[in-house]
């Protein structure tokens, strides 16, 4: 079956935003890390710096999963899919 | 370059060849990741030079430029020594080294340069220098059988069933490290060129605000995930050695 430019373009687009769905995750994950550590500087409000460098730390690694969405999308926006 | 959003548009997000040579055949460029890192280096050994200098006068009373490099060796220093304990002696060269090399390097493009970092050849390096950390640390504190034993950890030594998934994991190790790093600073590139390339002329002044958190502060908070990985993971390969 032959399938024109244009059409494997768009078709390319439409996974790029699919691809960026992967998003969510990483946004309730971080959203959840950010607000125990809230609870634990309430908590014990001693350990505050302790605590904020342990939940970047912890965020930045719950990212990763997110930015391998990214990484898809860009691949399929800006790498030439099908070796146009 | 790819059609699909950059017709009549000047969005640039990719790395550009500047000089091409022949190496033993093969077709190699000088890239702006070149360029971009070969300032950087430049700043680094600058600086190097001078703290060096200031230090080796070492004044009783210090001055400004030898207060600021204290500082930083401390800091620097503090954070290896948090994190690896008594292991910290050998790895606080290579760890503070990394952590200015990769935190200047997210920092260019404040320089008006490509940031080096957003280009997985750049990345991906310093992730296998940390794997090759991590497996010459195991073999040297460790016994074969010790190491055998680690790789089918969930189930007992002489049932590998888990040894090719754990293979996967610690193979991942340097892909995911590199690869966190690497979109990081690309999605932060990606961010400016599409603000500065789509907005033209109403993108004045303004930027400077999200240059402070896709620059700086995710730049920094990355750098600093990168090295906290790198010495957890050399630390749990030297484990509870006495």
Known sequence: MEFNREFILGCSAIGAGLAVIAGIGPGVGQGIAAGHAAAAVGRNP?????????MLLGQAVAE????????????????????? | MHALLLTGSDIDVMVHGLLKYSFFGHEVWITTTHVSLLFVMLILIVFSIFAGQAIKKGAEVPGTFQNVVELIVEKLDGMVEGTMGKNATKYRNYVGTIFIFILFSNIAGLLGLRSPTAD????????VITFTLIRFNQFKYHTPKEIWA???????PWLPIWFPINVISELAVPVSLSLRLFANILSGTIMMALVYGLLKWFAMIWPAALHVYFDLFSGAIQTYVFCMLTMTYVSNAIGEED
Do not use: H, Q, R
């Not at chain 1, 001693?46 to 342990?54: F, H, P, Q, R």
């Not at chain 2, 680690?150 to 007992?156: G, K, N, Q, R």
């Open chain 2, 150 to 156: 680690d790789m089918c950890s969930p189930l007992p």
């Open chain 2, 120 to 127: 997985y050849g750049v990345t991906f390096p310093l992730g």
């Open chain 1, 46 to 54: 001693g350990a505050k710096s302790s605590i904020t460098s342990t």
């Open chain 1, 64 to 84: 990763t999963t997110g930015l391998y969405g990214l990484l898809v999308a860009i691949l399929l926006l800006f790498v030439k899919p099908l070796f146009w």
